[in-house]
């Protein structure tokens, strides 16, 4: 199976073919996945160099043009390095445009905090007018962004190398149940369906799968709440523990509810290690979520 990565390049670059619209714009990271595409459209896959503000700004500037920019990089050279430009450039101008990051939370721990992004979601949640998307699947992946390269909107991308077996059905809106039970509610985000569901077998709990977080779906989190009859929700997400806890508490201010954020801790992991090593760090692995959710929806009987 490709990654996301892969994906997103072949995916890009047929786009290009079929809109004279779109624009990739690159900092050097990710360009030889288009070296194809740029010979059929030379003025439409940019390489910047390695100037990530300048990447960004490019791709505002493309969109004030009426282009529709596809802007590429690791995560942490993507939304942290060049935030500034993403909040002026983008928001503040009010354009639009595909903001699609590689990397994620640590899927290259050799290279150290620099190549590191948990909190890439928590900073563009202090911006107006964003989706955020985080497919668990190549497949996924593929569907989000043809469906985010025929929009107007603010679209972020985050891509992951780790992914769930299977693909499933994603509408860019709602969360999916995968799982019905009676007592709590688990979302699991994106590529973190499979350790959710590893870790909640047997469990009698509702799991909802999540793959575009902003704007949260506080309709079917109350809706599966109701379901369950336990005001009680798990929130799992592959970046900064607690992005989403302030999302879920506003669908549910109305009724007594206890909600649980788990994801990426704020201690910075000095020993690289491979992903699972991360995930099990920070306890994201199935073992480690089984204990913590059980305890907290235990907590509540």
Known sequence: MDTMRERFASTASQLLDEDPRLAVVLAVIGSDGFREAERRHPHRVIDVGIREQLLVGAGGGLALAGMRPIVHTFASFLVERPFEQVKLDFGHQGVGGVLVSAGASYDTPSAGLTHMSPGDVALLDTLDGWTVQVPGHPDEAEALLRQAAKGDDRVYLRLSLQTNDVARPVDGAGFLTV??????????????????LAATEGLDTTVLYATTVRPFNSAALRRAVGDTGAAEAVIVEPYLAGTSTASATEALNDVPHRVLGLGV??????????????????????????????GFLAGGA
């Open 179 to 196: 799982r019905e039970g009676r007592h709590g509610v688990v979302v699991a985000v994106g590529p973190m369906l499979d350790n959710v």
């Open 265 to 294: 801790g704020r201690r910075e992991l000095r020993k690289y290690g491979e992903i699972t090593d991360h995930l099990a760090a920070h306890g994201l692995d199935p073992r480690s979520l089984r204990e913590r959710i059980s």
